[in-house]
């Protein structure tokens, strides 16, 4: 699951500017689908919480020490992190939110509760299928030589088996 978290992570910010995401899980086995699951809901989960590590209150009150030019309580994790708020965050919707919590207006449970309307994407889903043959386009075996085939001027056609075999999805 390490791989499929650094790939969410990857994509993570193009994620952050959809509106929904239909994310489709591809592979020759069913065997991870469940944990996969719990990674995927759990990333949003995650990205969705105000309060969580990397979440909107924390970016509002980090970018308010910033603000008010108390440079010397940041450290290069926390501009970093402001940055990528930047992104992550840059709705007029909620720079609006967040100039109401700094002046006062609003307080940190309504700026929570406000927050959840703005969230992208709203809605997330993801779809597992499972395909027939060719594991060694899908999998990554660290312990053995590959061979790569040496090109030739003669024509040759695919014959494998890729034919889909679909599950259901899962949402």
Not at 8 to 31: E, G, K, P, V
Not at 134 to 155: G, I, T, Y
């Amino acid at each position: 699951m390490d791989s499929f978290r650094t790939h969410l992570d990857a994509y993570l910010n193009l994620f952050t500017n959809l509106q929904s995401l239909n994310f489709r899980y591809i592979a020759t086995r069913d065997t991870n689908f469940e944990r996969a699951k719990k990674v995927f809901h759990g990333t949003f989960q995650r990205l969705w919480n105000p309060d969580g590590p990397s979440g909107l209150l924390q970016y509002f009150r980090t970018r308010r020490t910033w603000d008010e030019k108390h440079y010397g309580k940041l450290s290069n994790d926390d501009i970093a992190f402001i940055n990528e708020g930047k992104e992550r965050f840059g709705s007029q919707e909620l720079e609006k939110l967040y100039r109401r919590w700094c002046a006062g207006e609003i307080t940190e449970n309504t700026m929570r509760s406000d927050s959840l309307k703005f969230r992208t994407p709203s809605e997330v889903s993801i779809i597992f299928s499972t395909v027939n043959g060719q594991a060694a386009l899908f999998e990554r075996h660290p312990h053995c030589a590959v061979n790569m085939p040496v090109k030739s001027s003669e024509e040759t056609f695919f014959t494998g088996d890729f034919t889909p075999d679909f599950s259901s999805g899962s949402r």
